[in-house]
């Protein structure tokens, strides 16, 4: 049986086939309406956070029938909700997931949605809305369409909290130019959102602040208006300026400091209006500042416990900021939001879920094409945990052309680069495809695969002689490339297991070798080479039980019964007396060595 490297982080994750998929999509064409609500329910569970599902759905024909049961009059307005659901957590998707919903015609239902009594539905309507108007594909256009919609939209301002947050995230990401600026100012979004400011809720109030922003941008008419607007008797520039003060989430200080800046600009504000002016000057130096210690703050908390990386993932926008910060001007906050990413991407949880809905992969491989060392050495630990096998960006960043990024890495004088590009390589090799794995080998090179393997320092020996073994796993892929680099492994192998090096070395050596005596054809390497047979017997005997019990690994894989030419094989190892040393291990006082021994000698009694 081959051996193959634990990676750091390793779950078991159920693989999610069409077959299973299909069974949810065929729920919704029960005749039985109290049937298909539960399986919209059960759709909507198995879909969180789970995009491979998500995509199973929406080639297998999901969203039509979700869209037709949603407009249905026959639905009930709680089957009608469960579906917006839905709806929205497949746009939380991927790119490609939004333009399948656009493609059906999502929005136009999600529109007549709005025109129900009921307040539960159409704040569903609301999310899902929400959600595919701030993906990036989504033509802004398409809320401008029908000049009915910005009316209404206004007119559900006052129905409830989620109505404000989401109707204001909508405007404020459609808003992108003078004319939508004017649509909306024509409609009364600055009386409709103003009151808004001093909402309850820090959500409401962020979002209406977003809204003047992106209304205020470059437009002198609607600068102008703002300048003169009461809420609870205060004009709104004295309000921004309340949202500067040091005690206020930093986001929402650099929000209103860029709303009174525009004002400002729009000459709506004096130029020598000291009571804004010197609270501006003096947070906009501090901004930097502020962001920095920040992302250094959340790293810290989120370094070891996963609640609180979950809570500081679930802070609203936090992904956005850490996202943004990894472009920033300022080296050391871009530094600290990296490291902020890192300690984030320790979670198994987010890797699966917030990691791949905001694509951090992105940014974060180019922040990886150009940076200061120091950057690039926190950046490429990130990197190697989205390369777990479990995490969904692993298959996107192999398509980004990372594997040569990596192996330059591995070529770095920098140390703690080195081990991080073979530690990202070995990740990426964990059960991968033939292919990858090729690819890992082309793009390293026997030489310097010779030169990770003489490395001075243990991490990046032992990060290498791990993804040998991730390499040496599949026993055709075993076969393939023990054909091609055979020699060279076997030389290796046997300059370490001559070295001076430690337990732990020498066992991950032992592992290789094992994976090789796996193989159907490759085991004759080992078997012609006189030299590594007296090593194997060498180490059975080793005072240590750890390479006791990795040499008895290779031996059971060279004379497994089932296997063709094992006769010749036992034959030969019985010779150079490895069945003497067996039946020895077999009264071993170590279980496991005794146990291993036992299994061995059967093989020969067969």
Not at 312 to 324: A, L, Q, S
Not at 427 to 447: H, P, V, Y
Not at 459 to 471: D, P, Q, S, Y
């Amino acid at each position: 049986m081959a051996c193959v490297l634990e990676t750091p982080l390793r779950m078991s994750v159920l693989s999610e086939v069409t077959a299973s998929s299909r069974h949810y999509v065929d729920r919704l064409f029960d005749p039985d309406p109290q049937k298909v609500l539960q399986g919209v329910i059960d759709m909507k569970n198995a879909v969180i956070g789970n995009n491979k599902q998500k995509a199973n759905l929406i080639v297998l024909g999901a969203v039509p029938r979700l869209l037709y049961l949603l407009q249905q009059e026959a639905s009930s307005t709680e089957l009608k909700t469960e579906c917006a659901v839905v709806l929205g957590s497949l746009a939380m998707g991927t790119e490609n997931n939004v333009k399948s919903l656009l493609d059906c015609h999502i929005i136009p239902a999600l529109l007549q949605g709005l025109l129900s009594p009921d307040l539960k539905f159409i704040e569903a309507c609301l999310r899902c809305l929400r959600t595919i108007f701030t993906s990036p594909v989504t033509p802004e256009e398409l809320l401008y369409t029908d000049a009915t919609v910005i009316p209404h939209l206004m007119a559900l301002l006052s129905r409830s909290r989620y109505t404000q947050e989401y109707v204001c995230q909508i405007f404020s990401h459609c808003c992108k130019g003078p004319d939508h600026q004017t649509v909306l100012f024509n409609h009364g979004a600055v009386q409709n959102i103003a009151h808004l400011l001093t909402s309850a809720s820090y959500k409401v109030r962020m979002q209406a602040l977003k809204c003047f922003l992106v209304l205020a941008f470059e437009n002198p008419q609607v600068s102008m208006t703002l300048v003169n607007v009461l809420v609870d008797g205060e004009l709104l520039p004295q309000i921004f300026v309340k949202m500067l003060q040091r005690d206020k989430p930093i986001e929402m200080q650099l929000t209103s400091a860029k709303c009174l800046t525009y004002m400002c600009r729009a000459g709506a504000i004096r130029t020598d209006d000291t009571c804004i002016v010197l609270k501006l000057d003096h947070d906009l130096k501090h901004a930097h500042e502020l962001r920095q210690a920040a992302f250094k703050l959340y790293a810290a908390l989120g370094a070891n416990d996963e609640d609180i990386r979950k809570k500081i993932i679930e802070t609203e926008n936090m992904m956005d900021r850490i996202v943004n910060g990894l472009s920033e001007s300022s080296i050391k906050v871009r530094l600290a939001a990296v490291r902020c990413l890192h300690s984030l991407s320790r979670s198994v949880q987010q890797l699966r879920t917030s990691f791949q809905d905001h694509a951090v992969w992105k940014p974060l491989m180019k922040v990886l094409q150009n940076a200061p060392d120091e950057i690039l050495v926190v950046a490429s630990s990130t990197l190697c945990n989205l390369l777990l096998e479990f995490s969904p960006s692993k298959e996107p960043i192999l398509e980004s052309g990372a594997i040569e990024l990596l192996c330059s890495l591995t070529q770095s004088d920098n140390l703690a680069l080195r081990v991080n590009g073979v530690w990202a390589l070995m990740n990426m090799a964990f059960q991968a495809e033939q292919k990858i794995k090729a690819d890992i080998l082309r793009g390293l090179s026997t030489e310097q695969l010779f030169q990770l393997l003489s490395d001075s320092d243990v991490n990046v020996l032992m990060k290498t002689l791990g993804l040998l073994r991730n390499l040496l796993s599949t026993r055709p892929h075993i076969d393939q490339i023990i054909s091609t680099h055979g020699k060279q492994i076997m030389q290796a192998v046997t300059l370490i297991l001559e070295g001076e090096h430690n337990v732990e070395v020498k066992e991950q050596t032992l592992c290789i070798l094992a994976n090789i005596a796996d193989g159907t054809t490759a085991k004759e390497l080992i078997m012609t080479n006189d030299d590594i047979l007296q090593k194997i017997k060498y180490y059975m005997s080793h005072s240590n039980a750890k390479l006791q019990l990795a040499a008895m690994f290779c031996v059971s894989n060279l004379i497994w019964n089932e296997e063709e030419g094992s006769q010749e094989r036992q034959d030969k190892l019985r010779d150079i007396g490895i069945v003497d040393i067996l039946h020895k291990l077999s009264q071993s006082s170590d279980p496991n060595l005794c146990d291993k021994a036992k299994t061995a000698l059967q093989q020969y009694l067969a």
